[in-house]
């Protein structure tokens, strides 16, 4: 007997710990570029200031990688210990990307120390700057296959079967995920799954350096130095043109796929609270480019399998909303710091310059943390409560929504008591580990200042 | 390649890559404290301190990696297996992942921190309180190794709505560590633990003859910690012999007299590892008279002998250790399988055991097997990419211990 639903304390004490990796790892992500970014330059240009940036960023990025990756073990170990029977599902069908995962984890944790222990060790620059690039391009790696994971909990990869046991094993596991095929395997990365590693990927990217690039305006501001300058330069428009390709390129084919796959997501996520097919006249022009296609509302399938009726106020809200204005502020930033308020016609912005400048940092920081929780939350939220969703056609109704439940029977541990005094344990973990890597940068920081 | 072959492999790489570096974290972790005490800020024995906690904060971070490696080895090769230790065992891993993670590592990295900035009493107690919460970790990561070597503590359940004809439950989580081979190992691993840093420390620094107090001093530790573990691991086997009788048959060649001969079909080791067992012995007698002969010869080739014989000694146990379960994944014990004979039959038991083997955890639902026997070039530069990470694991080491600030 299953029920699809697991406890709330569980799914909080998973959702806070996702956000929070989340948030190590695209700080990670972020900064071992940057360094990468700005060893290049030191290369190209031999401007020792880039050389201070890159140093001090590739310090930076052990320090997440190093929190990261511990604060990783501690989701894997939660996975294992909430939802243990994720793990059959690991084995019987998405095991690829997991094991890919192994190349890029190796690629991170051997070749980052090694790329900051080896500073000016190579006779020839470019074999330092070899290193970084591998170590990055680890990290993206990682990300591209956990993400491959990820898409699959939304949108069933083609091939894979959901097989319900016809007896469980000892009373624990009764579903396995099976592709039909041995080479199925490599379905977790196809098209589907790869817009949305994309979408994540420049997701993390554009979380970490939104936050750089605040806390770099706000470290210019009160004490004004070159190299600080010469990062926001950097920064600010690949920012821009990443949050415009996001928005605009990856963020449209993302939302055709959930048009496609998940139209229960899709009138959560919408707002649209009807009952019953209807023609979205808006939706229908950004969905299919016409105003004359129709929709299933979200009060068209049972109350049980239906996600939480919050959803429009973190996709709508806080992703759209906040990466428009996030976007805004960027482009802004921009203009601002390339001193086009100088060039004629461009007046206006020595106008907002108070805006821009001052608030920029708090802007830029909230305006991002609010779009990846948003983006977060209407992915993993919206497809509850099942994984590998699949919607299958009906000819009588809405189409139905497959998938295992991650209640009882599905995918939580039967035996776990969950207490609220550990969740709250738990909770404090969860919390102080990032505290910590940021506490550690902070120390970091200061102690370079100092020096 | 079958897929027990597969994470055979798999399992036995990582573990020989893994053990020795979290080898050396808990060893350290308890010799650093030590050695900042009993030198009272010694500037000359501070040197030593601070190079060892260098080496402590670059192999920490790598070392749980090789963990996670693990776990998803498991989880991609033993799916069933993993998943059911995870319902079962969840306190366990829960307080394995709190302390190792939640507690441990700020902690160390406080540790590091405070460094030659608090007295030397004070920060050897914080040392001492880092290393007794790390500690954790091994108690009960070995925990999962007893109860795989002789399931105390768990119980099999006859249920015909079950796949597989039984569950498997533990009722109380206390009885775990009632597992007869669970206090030897423990030991063993703790005393080798310290024993197995002390000699790397004592060759490395005996190699570049640095530190000459700290080499001293850690050839002491080394052999007398040695020593005990030796004695431990002499108990494990005797507790073997009785409880985990395949692993016994498997290292010492010959069948236990505590199988009945009508069982003995069933508890038949799939390797003889009598062979890798005796060069243990001759890899860590080799490793002791090295120790002993460096204090009076100065010679590099001596060091090298040292070093290389004792990571070997390590790699060698601990392969041993892991292989010789095969083909079972968790041992049935030999009273368990007669009385689950004598309540609900032969054949019972023997599905009960046929299910508990390696082979049938990873055979079932084992997508990772099924791909890498359609396409084995997977398998081959797996091999050749993990075999060039391990020489890069060493280098990052090698560049960790020689780095120095500013440089």
Do not use: C
């Not at chain 2, 060893?27 to 040197?47: I, K």
């Not at chain 2, 633990?193 to 000699?199: E, K, L, P, T, Y």
Request: hydrophobic share 55%; proline share 5%; no cysteine.
């Amino acid at each position: 007997m299953s029920t699809l639903e697991a406890p709330l304390l569980a799914r909080w004490l998973s959702g806070v710990g996702i956000m929070a990796h989340l948030l190590l790892a695209s700080m990670f992500i972020g900064t071992i570029t940057f360094a990468v970014v700005a060893e290049y330059r030191y290369m190209r240009t031999r401007d020792d200031d880039w050389r201070l940036l890159a140093r001090t960023f590739a310090v930076i990025a052990t320090i997440f990688l190093g929190v990261g990756a511990a604060f990783g073990t501690l989701v894997e170990f939660g996975l294992v210990v909430l939802w243990s029977n994720f793990v059959t599902l690991i084995g019987s069908g998405l095991v690829l990307p997991f094991y890919f995962e192994l190349y890029a984890f190796l690629m991170e944790v051997v070749l980052v120390p090694i790329y900051v222990f080896t500073w000016d060790r190579f006779r020839n620059g470019w074999y330092h700057w070899l290193i970084g690039l591998v170590a990055a391009l680890g990290a993206l790696y990682s990300a591209f296959n956990i993400l491959a994971v990820m898409a699959a909990m939304s949108m069933r990869p083609p091939g894979l079967e959901i097989v319900e046991l016809p007896k469980s094993i000892g009373q624990v596991i009764q579903y396995a995920a099976v592709f039909t095929s041995p080479s199925g395997v490599l379905n977790m990365f196809w098209s589907g799954a790869e817009i949305f590693i994309f979408h994540g990927i420049l997701a993390a990217l554009i979380l970490s350096w939104s936050a750089i690039v605040g806390l770099t305006i706000y470290s210019h501001r009160r004490s004004p130095k070159p190299y600080k300058l010469k990062a926001l330069r950097t920064m600010l428009p690949a920012l821009t043109a990443l949050i415009a390709v996001e928005g605009f390129v990856i963020g449209h084919y993302q939302g055709e796929l959930v048009v496609q796959f998940d139209p229960l997501k899709l009138s959560a996520i919408e707002g649209m609270f009807w009952s019953g097919f209807k023609v979205d006249p808006l939706l229908s022009l950004l969905a299919y480019g016409d105003t004359t296609h129709g929709f299933w509302g979200y009060f068209s399938w049972p109350a049980s399998i239906r996600p939480p009726s919050f959803l429009p106020a973190f996709y709508l809200g806080f992703m759209v909303a906040g990466g428009v204005l996030l976007g805004a502020w960027s482009l802004g930033l921009t203009l601002y710091y390339y001193d086009l308020h100088k060039v004629k016609g461009f007046g206006w912005i020595k106008g907002i310059e108070r805006l821009l400048v001052v608030g920029g940092p708090y802007a830029l920081v909230l305006l991002a943390a609010l779009a990846s929780i948003g983006g977060a939350v209407t992915a993993e939220v919206g497809r509850q409560p099942f994984v590998l969703v699949k919607a299958v056609p009906s000819t009588t109704g809405p189409p139905e929504i497959t998938g295992i439940p991650v209640g009882l029977g599905g995918l939580y541990n039967p035996t776990l008591t969950l207490t609220p005094w550990l969740a709250a344990l738990i909770f404090a973990v969860e919390l102080l580990m990032p505290a910590l890597a940021i506490y550690m940068v902070y120390l970091y920081l200061n102690r370079r200042v100092v020096e | 390649m079958n897929a027990v072959e597969l994470a055979t492999i798999l399992l036995a790489w990582v573990f020989g890559v893994h053990i020795p570096l979290v080898y050396t974290v808990l060893g350290v972790l308890w010799t650093l404290p030590a050695l900042e005490y009993a030198s009272r800020g010694d500037g000359r024995y501070m040197v030593a301190v601070k190079g060892i906690a260098r080496y402590l904060i670059a192999v920490y971070a790598v070392g749980g990696v090789f963990g996670t490696i693990i776990t998803v080895f498991l989880a991609g090769m033993l799916p069933v297996f993993t998943n059911l230790a995870g319902v079962l065992l969840w306190p366990v891993w829960a307080t394995a992942i709190a302390f190792g993670v939640a507690i441990a590592l700020p902690l160390i990295g406080y540790w590091y921190r405070t460094l030659g900035h608090m007295s030397p009493g004070r920060h050897a107690a914080l040392g001492f309180l880092t290393a007794g919460f790390t500690t954790v970790i091994p108690l009960m990561f070995r925990l999962v190794f007893a109860v795989v070597n002789y399931p105390a503590g768990v119980e099999v359940v006859n249920d015909p709505s079950s796949l597989v004809g039984f569950d498997l439950v533990v009722r109380n989580y206390w009885a775990l560590f009632s597992n007869p081979t669970y206090p030897p190992l423990i030991l063993s691993t703790l005393l080798g633990a310290v024993a197995f840093s002390n000699a790397l420390i004592t060759f490395v620094y005996g190699y570049s003859s640095s530190n000459l107090e700290v080499v001293s001093m850690s050839r002491k530790v080394a052999l007398t910690f040695g020593a005990a573990a030796a004695l431990s691991g002499v108990w494990y086997l005797f507790e073997l012999y009785y409880y985990a009788p395949t692993m016994a048959w498997s290292i010492l060649g010959g069948m236990p007299s505590t199988i009945p001969a009508s069982l003995a079909t069933v508890f038949m080791p799939t390797y003889s590892l009598v062979a890798p067992f005796i060069a243990a012995v001759i890899l860590g007698l080799v490793s002791a008279v090295a120790l002993l002969t460096s204090s009076r010869i100065k010679s590099r080739a001596l060091n090298i002998l040292g070093l290389l014989t004792s990571i070997a000694t390590v790699i060698d146990v601990e392969e041993v250790n892991l292989l010789s379960h095969l083909p079972y994944a968790i041992i049935p014990p030999v009273s368990a399988a007669e009385e689950l004979a004598s309540q609900y039959g032969v054949n019972f038991a023997l599905t009960v055991a046929k299910v508990l083997s390696a082979s049938t955890m990873a055979t079932t639902l084992n997508a990772l097997a099924v791909f890498v026997s359609a396409d084995p070039a997977v398998l081959y530069f797996s091999m050749a990419f993990f075999a060039l990470f391990t020489v890069l694991v060493l280098v990052g080491i090698y560049m960790a211990l020689s780095w120095r600030r500013g440089s």
